[in-house]
């Protein structure tokens, strides 16, 4: 799913392209992308694009009148800049935004249709739509603490939740965990003021840092390379690879269709985090330390 640093980039590229020029139409190409009645998606057609704005994991357009069409791209969503008038007719086409100098094209491959449209009306439709997570490139030391430490979570679960952190998933949340030297399973409330601020800075190097590099990845261009898997990643997608740091591979943990990569030695002292499934089948032959393995 793309995450902060990857929307950041989308929406630089889009308004390089939009911004200030007239929303001629919008298609849709099925019925389950949009998932507001009204105001329709017709209402945004011939005005003109005021802003664009990233709301979490959303990426936001702004038109005249207050309007905004909000899109989530979930996990599998994408977006093209196409020729003006883009065809819509493939099946994993899901919408198209003409404007004179081309159109900007939604897709989702595979057969799942997560990816969704809101169309809205002022601050108070995009706060409906946004989940109102702390933005960690903007806020203090104190802000982050009080976020993080509000309940007890393990500190994977608390960066990817959308209501305590914004923008912040899968992937991004392991390259921080990594760089924080911190396990992914420790429970907030028991962190110390030291952790607490490692974790603070690591999140922000780790998150501006990508930025950075994925801008000078899509150049002039429009970021079409957009993946959780990427190239130069510390541990996440790395599984069985060995740690930049240490040279120990990369170990993981899997749940539901989410995984958590990390490094045992970097992270966690050298101990293995029990895997739901393998270690239960394992039993006493689960591994404890890395060593082991």
Sequence with gaps: MPELPDIVVYIEAIEKRILGATLEKVRLHGPFLLRTVS???????????????RLGKRIAIGVEAELWLVLH???AGRLHWRKKGASIAGRNTLAAFDF????????EAGRQRR???HVVEGEAG??????GGVEVLEASLEEFTAALTRENHTLKRALTDPDLFSGIGNAYSDEILHRARMSPVTLTQKLSQEQIQRLYHATRETLLWWIRRLREEAADGFPEKVTAFREGMAVHGRFGQPCPVCGANVQRI????????YCARCQTGGRLLADRALSRLLKQDWPRWVEER
Excluded at 126 to 131: I, S, W, Y
Excluded at 254 to 261: L, P, Q
């Design 126 to 131: 995009l706060q409906v739509v946004g989940r």
């Design 73 to 75: 791209l979930m996990i």
């Design 100 to 107: 004179d100098a081309g159109s900007l094209v939604l897709t």
């Design 115 to 117: 990816a969704s449209l």
């Design 254 to 261: 899997r749940y539901a269709s989410n995984e958590t990569d």
């Design 39 to 53: 105001p329709p998606p017709a209402s945004a057609e011939g005005k003109r694009v005021t802003a664009l704005r």
